[in-house]
């Protein structure tokens, strides 16, 4: 007989599988649902922050962090610093994959797709892609809505073109 922890806890896993072999524009999806259950949590947007709690209690974490916070339940009194060898060291593990989507989506929030398909799929070559780069807007707490908008349609397009 399972209990309710036990379900949870496999379809915590489920998701961070999900993720973790999603493609770029899944990880996206996942990202932006992320996002809006940690703003409801009271987590504030800094995009310059993986994770952070400062000595207030107040928690910051970045479009990344987000997924970090959902998806991983990494604790938010962890401050997370920008790299695998920080995460390493403080012995949280994530899943074969996870590590270049983080790095995907933070190029991402910038318009960056040629760079986070780089980070994704090991392309050497990606003058091809920076074309379709765009223009995000910088995420604004008291009006997310453009910052949301051009996520899906970046979502959108790498969806129609196969990633």
Same mark, same amino acid.
């Not at 910038?110 to 780089?118: D, K, Q, R, T």
């Given at each position: 007989?399972?209990?309710?922890? +036990? ?26 649902? +992320? ?32 997924? !970090? ?10 401050? %997370?610093?920008?790299? %695998? ?10 899943? +074969? ?7 995907? %989506? +933070? ?43 051009? !996520? ?12």
């Amino acid at each position: 007989m399972s209990t309710i922890k +036990d379900k949870l806890l496999v379809k915590a896993k489920v998701k961070q599988e999900e993720f973790a072999e999603a493609p770029l524009s899944k990880c996206i999806e996942i990202g932006l649902l +992320d996002m809006k259950e940690s703003i409801k949590k009271g987590v504030r947007i800094a995009m310059g922050t993986w994770v952070a709690k400062e000595a207030t209690g107040d928690c910051y974490a970045c479009f990344a962090g987000c997924v !970090m916070l959902e998806t991983f339940n990494v604790e938010p009194h962890l401050t %997370l610093e920008f790299g %695998l060898e920080f995460c390493l060291k403080q012995d949280i593990k994530f899943l +074969d994959g996870s590590q270049a989507r983080f790095h995907a %989506l +933070d190029n991402i929030r910038h318009g960056s797709i040629g760079c986070a398909l780089m980070e994704m799929y090991n392309y050497e070559e990606i003058s091809e892609y920076r074309l379709w780069n765009r223009a995000v807007p910088k995420f604004d707490k008291k009006n997310p809505e453009p910052f949301f908008v051009a !996520m899906e349609e970046i979502s959108m397009l790498l969806k129609e073109k196969g990633f």
